[in-house]
């Protein structure tokens, strides 16, 4: 039989493998609630895909060929392979399977990979695999579909774009301040402009990964009325930190991360500067059971926790 370019439906190969248990056109057309004639006409059909005989004249009656008997044969594989996918992949089946996961720091140590401790006693042939990445990474790996799921962030004062393709669950929220060296002096009824405006003159450190954060530092330098000299890049929050406590410059830090004794961390509350995680997928592959399961235990995990956490952050200092 030569298989090039051929294709075959499933639903011929059950008609060829009932005909080898029956005996009969008739019996199988009665048995499959169809014609007599449409079941010989999809056998001719399914004869012209494989390139070989596949029935006989047997008197007033038909028999498989050889070809027809060794392909009835692979039918009961094909056919079983079929209905376990079908059963695997059911929205009501047991989450199985290997489930890619690119997201950003915090996102995976703190939700993440509490969930995989869970998955593994409760559903143990679900596999989560994880990588990380800043949000633009990830999403450029889910276009390219070399993951299932991606963990992003962005800023209330530097949204993402909105891609129709994509559905977003929102996480969680989270306020950010601007992190200061100790002994700079900033009045304490400052607002968020007042407080930029302090540091016109200062070096500002920004993420060397993702662009998000220095879009907020430079539409609130903007507000406020200068342009701030972006000079240092870092991807841990401790190296941001440090460079501040060096005094090399000031940068955004989450509120409530546990600040360096030479680094003060200052509210920004007119505007607010508030971090934004999601959990994105394509659309119409929630219904798959383990994306569904991860992006389901992923919402109410933060929606019960993120109240709790002092800080969550895209960078951490621990890589």
């Known amino acids: ?36 004639s449409t079941v010989s006409q999809q056998l001719t059909v399914l004869a012209k895909e494989m ?7 047997d008197g007033r009656r038909v028999r498989l060929t050889p070809a027809g008997r060794r392909l ?9 392979a079929v209905e376990a996918a079908r059963l695997d992949l059911a929205p009501e089946a047991d989450p199985n399977g290997t489930l890619r996961v690119a997201g950003f720091a915090t996102a995976i140590r703190a939700h993440l990979l509490p969930l995989v401790t869970e998955l593994a006693s409760d559903h143990p042939r679900l596999r989560v695999l994880v990588r990380e990445h ?23 004062l530097a949204p993402a774009e909105t891609d129709p393709t994509v559905h977003v669950t929102t996480l969680w929220t989270a306020p950010w301040g601007l992190g200061i060296p100790t002994h ?27 662009t998000a954060d220095e879009t907020v530092i430079r539409i609130l ?10 000079t240092h890049q870092a991807d841990s929050l401790d190296l941001v930190q440090g460079m501040i406590s060096a005094q090399l410059g000031v940068g955004l830090l989450p509120i409530g991360v546990a600040t360096f004794p030479q680094v003060c961390l200052i509210p920004l509350t007119s505007p607010r500067v ?12 929630l219904t798959w059971p383990p994306l569904a399961l991860v992006t389901d235990l992923l919402a109410r995990r933060t ?7 002092p800080a969550l952050s895209p960078r951490q200092s621990a890589r």
């Open 303 to 309: 929606a019960t926790t993120a109240g709790d956490m």
């Open 1 to 36: 039989m030569n298989l090039n370019n051929r294709t075959m439906e499933t639903r011929r190969l059950r008609l060829l493998l009932e005909l080898s248990r029956l005996g009969s056109m008739r019996a199988v057309a009665d048995a499959m609630g169809t014609a007599t």
């Open 221 to 230: 330098a903007s507000m406020a009325g200068f342009t701030p000299r972006i």
């Open 184 to 210: 700079a002096d900033v009045p304490q009824t400052a607002d968020t402009l007042e407080v930029f405006a302090c540091f016109s003159a200062h070096d500002w450190i920004v993420n060397s990964r993702n």
């Open 72 to 80: 009835a044969e692979h039918a009961v594989t094909i056919l079983a």
């Open 134 to 156: 800043e949000p633009a990474e990830a999403l450029h790996l889910l276009a390219a579909d070399e993951t299932d799921l991606a963990l992003t962030y962005d800023y209330n």
């Open 51 to 57: 390139g070989a005989a596949l029935i006989e004249p």
């Open 274 to 285: 508030t971090l934004r995680a999601y959990a994105v997928a394509h659309r119409g592959r």
